[in-house]
């Protein structure tokens, strides 16, 4: 167990230090208000010649990736087109893939969870509240892997925005993606699995100054080593908003929805299914806004079996996820 936590404390190392080493020097007469921000160190892409470096900090999803032309081309720019013109696009682009993104990705709030329910279970015994429920499994429920290292081939583009500068990645993928872990989490408790994850996936962000948009559509399989771990199909959907320049209660202007539903690949059943509505209070005076996700999970007791099945273990999960968005 200490091995393993010692591997994540490498890759959540990687994620935080990498972004601040492939910075340029500081020249040594600058000025300290010329500095990057907090933001900039957080969420960020830096060109690096060859490749894109882009790399995101958030509690419950981590991140450092580098993206890399395969055919010596740069990521095209675009501006002023709507969604269904951006679909089209990359559509017709990813069909012979241009590019390629190779990442590694770490889910810093999850892995909490199961240090405290290994190392502290006094502590974690507080959150229960009965019926097979505990706080803080609702606080880092729906993430089954505490870290994955992917690798993307397909198409992209950079989104940019007149008189405005890019304040993250601002890159819209398409294409196919195939993602790798040995560890899989089950009530926050780890156990060994190699999975391997093949998926088609659309998935980008727009992020400006008043306004950010996000959104992900991906269809996939994911298959274990572990005996005991259903095989499935799977689609999921995740649409998230942020406008600062409007009311904060409008709820469709600055909110995300989040949908998946997994089948079993031996039977064909409904084994998991996972619905997330979330909402957001902007802080346009910060520059952030406090975020707030809500939802709930089923899962069929078939989805494990052997030493992992568990009779007394409750169906329902529900999802609490506060946080905030930079």
């Known amino acids: 167990m200490r091995q393993r936590f010692l591997l994540l404390f490498c890759i959540l190392l990687m994620a935080y230090v990498v972004p601040v080493y492939a910075e340029e020097p ?18 960020g892409s830096k060109e690096l010649g060859w490749a894109d470096l882009d790399w995101e900090t958030d509690l419950y999803y981590s991140n450092v990736s580098l993206n890399i032309p395969l055919d010596g081309s740069p990521i095209p720019h675009v501006s ?13 682009h990813s069909l012979v893939p241009r590019f390629m993104l190779v990442e590694a990705s770490v889910m810093p709030l999850p892995l909490a969870g199961v240090a405290l329910k290994e190392y502290a279970k006094d502590f974690y015994g507080i959150a229960d509240i009965g019926r097979n429920q505990n706080v803080i499994q609702w606080l880092t429920a729906g993430f089954e892997e505490p870290y994955a290292f992917s690798v993307f081939m397909g198409d992209m583009v950079k989104f940019d925005k007149p008189g405005e500068e890019r304040l993250s990645s601002n890159k819209g993928y398409m294409g196919y993606l195939l993602s790798y872990s040995n560890q899989h989490i089950k009530n926050n408790v780890l ?60 709820f469709l202007r600055n909110s995300t929805f989040d949908v998946r539903w997994d089948i079993g690949a031996k039977h064909g059943d409904l084994l998991r ?6 909402k957001k209070f902007p802080i346009k005076s910060w520059g952030v806004a406090l975020k707030l ?7 069929d007791p078939s989805r494990y079996s052997g030493s992992l099945h568990d009779t007394n273990a409750s169906n329902f999960t529900l999802v609490l996820r506060p946080n905030i968005q930079f």
């Open 80 to 92: 002023g087109q709507d969604e269904f013109e951006i679909y089209s696009r990359l559509w017709l």
């Open 293 to 299: 996700d809500v939802g709930m999970i089923w899962e």
């Open 26 to 43: 500081a020249k040594p007469q600058q000025a300290p208000a010329s500095g990057r921000t907090l933001k900039e160190y957080l969420f």
């Open 273 to 278: 299914q996972e619905y997330v509505l979330g």
């Open 191 to 250: 156990i060994p699995d190699h999975s391997l994850e093949a998926e088609w996936k659309m998935k980008g962000e727009r992020s400006f100054k008043d306004e950010k948009l996000s959104w992900s559509f991906r269809l996939g399989a994911k298959v274990h080593e572990n005996p005991d771990i259903a095989n499935t199909f799977y689609v999921g959907f995740r649409r998230s908003n942020l406008d600062f320049r409007v009311n904060p209660f409008e």
